[in-house]
């Protein structure tokens, strides 16, 4: 991972990438404890600041950090970021690597062979690399049709950035490439080298939203304002499970955002159509993402209407108006941080739940997402049957499904994702 190759992206000047410094030669040799030792030899990709017993020298974000065991035998070797609690994040266990260019190269090229199918179903929109769970830890990295954009959760990629653009534009065709940053990063100007969150670091310049397709739908992402890096990618696969179930229904979508689970169902031929989010600019992108597939007949004569507002009080507002709907789709953000929000959390879906079935019609298909990691899948979809079985709706389940292809899972937390799509009688 030295500096980019005579054939690298036009680097932007504004974004000030040739101010970064080469990442340290120096590696770091630390001992840790015997609870952290077992959980690198199960493969673990982390490690917490206090699971350290000893290091050989200061560190620098990007260092590289060996790990060893009391027996002095190589356990893992990953990326330091003395920032962070969590300290060292694994790039390999087992077997001393040379972390460099060509390790850098293969590690995308596995993470691309993994999604290599996804275009051939109309999809030029998705994650190619899901941090930890691809063994890039701490780095996402979304595409929308030749606009890359990474998303770091750690400072110690910041000095690796230019090696990072050079291997990526080897593996795939990049027209652009904009830079997201975690809360935790935007807050450390110090180690930013003058970068910050929407900058865009190489290629093209991006102004406007970026389009793409998901399963041949027209879509617009906000790869620089937007939630997440623009779109949610990770329910593509439940977006097209709800194409199957909306035709003919009244389609309620709460916490729509831009509208996904809408488009969909308007293909499949749902009459009507309501979005509702707290979010006006994203319901206002909703309505643009109608308009660029107005071209299909289906979507054309829709009647998608939005509603900018709490989902809780929208929701009630609705039960009391007396309104029913035939689908409802509930996807709500991430509700527990840590885990002991996870009991709140499930009050919370129990509640949206109970909301969501009131203004469910009869014989109506519920949808319920949660992304929350805390909160385990069986739990969650254990509330959501009780809370029916309550309302006098015991739930007929028709599935329970997990992670889309291009959000892989590597290690136990890496699973949040979660969604049940069940008959409310
Ligand atoms: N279903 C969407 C993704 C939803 S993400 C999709 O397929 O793309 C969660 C959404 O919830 C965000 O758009 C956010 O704006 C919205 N949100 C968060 N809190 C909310 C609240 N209390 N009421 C309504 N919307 C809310």
């Known amino acids: 991972m030295d500096s980019p190759s005579a054939n690298a992206l036009p680097i932007s000047a504004s974004a000030g990438l040739d101010h ?92 691309a062979g993994r999604r290599a199918g996804l275009p051939q179903s109309g999809t030029t929109g998705y994650r190619l690399v899901h941090g930890e769970n691809d063994g890039l830890p701490g780095l996402v990295v979304d595409h929308y049709a030749g606009a890359l954009v990474l998303k770091l959760y750690t400072l110690a990629w910041i000095p690796r950035l230019p090696g990072l653009l050079a291997a990526l534009e080897g593996i795939i065709p990049v027209r ?161 941080h840590r885990a002991e929000d996870a009991h709140r959390a499930l009050r919370v879906y129990g509640h949206l739940a109970a909301l969501a079935l009131s203004v469910t019609a009869p014989g109506g298909v519920l949808v319920m997402s949660s992304c929350s990691s805390r909160v385990a899948a069986p739990s969650f979809f254990a509330t959501v049957n009780r809370v029916a079985r309550h309302k006098g709706r015991p739930l007929q389940e028709l599935e329970r499904t997990g992670h889309p292809i291009d959000h892989p899972i590597g290690f136990p937390e890496g699973a949040y994702l979660k969604c049940l799509f069940a008959v409310a009688p």
């Open 176 to 336: 652009s490439v904009v830079l997201r940053l975690s809360r935790q990063l935007a807050a450390r100007p110090d180690y930013l080298y003058g970068l910050s969150d929407a900058a865009v670091l190489a290629g093209e310049p991006i102004t406007g939203p970026v389009l793409f397709e998901e399963n041949g739908l027209r879509f617009e992402a906000d790869v620089r304002q937007g939630q997440k890096t623009g779109f949610f990618l990770d329910q593509r696969d439940n977006r097209a499970r709800v194409e199957k179930l909306a035709a003919g229904r009244r389609t309620l979508n709460v916490f729509a955002y831009t509208g996904g689970f809408s488009l969909y169902a308007a293909r499949a031929g749902a009459p009507d159509i309501l979005s509702v989010d707290a979010s006006a600019p994203a319901l206002e992108a909703a309505q643009r993402n109608f308009a660029l597939n107005a071209h299909l007949a289906t979507v054309a004569a829709a009647r998608h209407k939005v509603l900018t507002a709490d989902a809780f009080a929208a929701l009630a507002g609705l039960r009391q108006r007396g309104q029913r709907f035939d689908l409802v789709i509930v996807d709500p953000p991430a509700l527990a």
């Open 20 to 111: 970064i410094p080469l990442p340290g030669e120096r590696r770091l040799a630390l001992r840790v404890t015997p609870a952290a030792q077992h959980a690198l030899r199960q493969g673990h990709p982390w490690l917490f600041a206090e699971a350290v017993v000893s290091q050989s020298a200061e560190g620098q974000p990007g260092d590289l950090a060996v790990i060893f065991d009391d027996s002095r035998h190589f356990l893992a070797v990953g990326l330091y970021d003395p920032t962070s609690p969590l300290r060292v994040r694994v790039l390999q266990h087992g077997t001393p690597a040379t972390i460099d260019d060509a390790w850098l190269v293969g590690r995308l090229a596995a993470a």
